[in-house]
């Protein structure tokens, strides 16, 4: 079993940035490729971005290339979402999700995922 934890949500102002972490537990994740999601008020759950087992390959959503980078501390057991240039759009909550893969491709699909962490909440203001 994997417990994912993330932190580092907040309130935010348009324009300005926040980290997100996303640790782990009971397991080591460097054989686990890793998802970020987000999900607003009345909306389906969306892909964010996802990263494979190593940190070589990440994949990103439309809708914040250019604007979030994923990277990885296998040491640490821990993966992290920067965010920079929030939109009033990025609102949301945000859960990382852990994939068993070795593969270099990076899913989207939500049900692809073995587990979940409970998620933080992002909030940007105009």
């Known amino acids: 079993q994997v417990q994912l934890v993330e932190s580092g949500g907040g309130l935010v102002q348009a324009g300005g940035s926040l980290r997100l972490s996303c640790a782990a537990s009971?397991?080591?994740?460097?054989?686990?490729?890793m998802g970020w999601f987000r999900q607003a008020p009345g909306k389906e759950r969306e892909f964010v971005g996802g990263?494979?087992?190593?940190?070589?390959?990440?994949r990103y959503a439309d809708s914040v290339k250019g604007r979030f980078t994923i990277s990885r501390d296998n040491a640490k057991n821990t993966v992290f979402l920067q965010m920079n240039s929030l939109k009033l759009e990025d609102t949301a909550v945000y859960s990382c999700?852990?994939?068993?893969?070795?593969?270099?491709?990076?899913?989207?699909?939500?049900?692809?995922?073995?587990?979940w962490g409970q998620g933080t909440q992002v909030t940007v203001s105009s």
């Open positions: 999700a852990a994939r068993i893969s070795q593969a270099t491709t990076i899913v989207q699909l939500p049900g692809l995922y073995d587990y």
């Open positions: 009971g397991r080591t994740i460097s054989r686990f490729a």
């Open positions: 990263i494979n087992w190593s940190g070589g390959s990440t």
